[in-house]
């Protein structure tokens, strides 16, 4: 089994303080050590039964400040990371290159649904930020050179500028995250996430069932995102279909086993499927 998305951050320190306040006050809220560092998540794991998990950049630091999830990587064989970088930045492309020359950096993660200027401190579904960084080509050159993965969080209702990206250069390999934080009230094929269909056109694009726990408005098993997942598997295919639990940043309001076994409850989901959606889907879409 392998989680497509975990987090995990160090002790703060004279160069690497906390300084992201409304990430300071979300850790507070978690079932974890404040600290949560690979160790404990690879403890967790271990106690959840997941063999190796991708470490996604946590912007408690600076959102830019990559040293902790590098280090994930470099030090321990069973985690896979995913770095943030600003596209906008005049060593954007230095910056993919140096990160992607670690073994266990896989790729890069953009923010979408975040204003630029306040990078995961809040959500905004009208930033339009995604779309203005097509123009950054060195960026996106690196990544084509780099082979990194491009993992973007966007709105459901920024979908058309993620689909904009991916036909500017549809030769890199996309992620998307968290069901699109779509509504779960919403049938999928009603609503704005039906946009995901243009970009389930594309061989290079797969999508996430990530972070269910806060997307959906009920408790375990989540029922009210199940309709997406199978729309998902419908229009994508469960070679491209990816979950990841978000864990620690769910564990307000789930543990680890919950993140994992809601898929068990999803009807119409085969054994086989899920063996591809908890490991095999990511392996071959990112080349692990």
């Given at each position: 089994m392998l989680d497509s998305h975990t987090h995990a951050w160090g002790y703060p320190s004279r160069e690497h303080p906390w300084v992201t306040g409304p990430i300071i006050d979300l850790v507070d809220s978690f079932d974890v050590h404040t600290a949560y560092t690979a160790e404990r998540l690879l403890d967790d794991m271990d106690d959840a039964g997941v063999d190796e998990a991708v470490v996604v950049g946590y912007p408690i630091c600076d959102w830019r400040d990559n040293h902790y999830t590098v280090s994930c990587a470099a030090e321990h064989d069973r985690l896979h990371g995913v770095v943030m970088i600003d596209p906008f930045a005049d060593d954007a492309a230095d910056q993919l290159r140096d990160a992607m020359a670690t073994e266990g950096v896989i790729g890069v993660r953009l923010?979408?649904?975040?204003?630029?200027?306040?990078?995961?401190?809040?959500?905004?579904?009208?930033?339009?930020?995604?779309?203005?960084?097509?123009?950054?080509?060195?960026?996106?050159?690196?990544?084509?050179?780099?082979?990194?993965l491009v993992q973007v969080l966007a709105h459901e209702d920024q979908l058309h500028q993620a689909l904009a990206l991916v036909e500017t250069y549809p030769e890199l390999t996309y992620a998307f995250d968290h069901f699109?934080?779509?509504?779960?009230?919403?049938?999928?094929?009603?609503?704005?996430?039906?946009?995901?269909?243009?970009?389930?056109?594309?061989?290079?694009?797969?999508v996430k069932v990530s972070e269910v726990v806060h997307r959906s408005d009920e408790g375990f098993?989540?029922?009210?995102?199940?309709?997406?997942?199978?729309?998902?598997?419908?229009?994508?295919?469960?070679?491209?279909?990816?979950?990841?639990?978000d864990y620690p940043n769910v564990s307000?309001?789930?543990?680890?086993?919950?993140?994992?076994?809601?898929?068990d409850h999803v009807d119409g989901v085969s054994d086989a499927d899920r063996e591809w959606l908890t490991g095999r889907a990511f392996r071959e879409h990112v080349g692990l």
């Amino acid at each position: 089994m392998l989680d497509s998305h975990t987090h995990a951050w160090g002790y703060p320190s004279r160069e690497h303080p906390w300084v992201t306040g409304p990430i300071i006050d979300l850790v507070d809220s978690f079932d974890v050590h404040t600290a949560y560092t690979a160790e404990r998540l690879l403890d967790d794991m271990d106690d959840a039964g997941v063999d190796e998990a991708v470490v996604v950049g946590y912007p408690i630091c600076d959102w830019r400040d990559n040293h902790y999830t590098v280090s994930c990587a470099a030090e321990h064989d069973r985690l896979h990371g995913v770095v943030m970088i600003d596209p906008f930045a005049d060593d954007a492309a230095d910056q993919l290159r140096d990160a992607m020359a670690t073994e266990g950096v896989i790729g890069v993660r953009l923010g979408a649904a975040c204003p630029h200027d306040a990078m995961w401190e809040r959500f905004d579904p009208d930033a339009t930020w995604l779309r203005e960084s097509i123009a950054e080509t060195a960026f996106w050159e690196a990544a084509a050179e780099t082979d990194a993965l491009v993992q973007v969080l966007a709105h459901e209702d920024q979908l058309h500028q993620a689909l904009a990206l991916v036909e500017t250069y549809p030769e890199l390999t996309y992620a998307f995250d968290h069901f699109a934080h779509a509504d779960p009230a919403v049938p999928p094929a009603e609503g704005p996430f039906a946009a995901f269909a243009d970009l389930a056109e594309y061989d290079t694009v797969a999508v996430k069932v990530s972070e269910v726990v806060h997307r959906s408005d009920e408790g375990f098993p989540y029922t009210d995102m199940h309709e997406h997942v199978r729309w998902f598997l419908d229009t994508f295919g469960r070679e491209r279909v990816v979950w990841g639990s978000d864990y620690p940043n769910v564990s307000d309001e789930a543990s680890y086993g919950d993140a994992i076994s809601w898929l068990d409850h999803v009807d119409g989901v085969s054994d086989a499927d899920r063996e591809w959606l908890t490991g095999r889907a990511f392996r071959e879409h990112v080349g692990l």
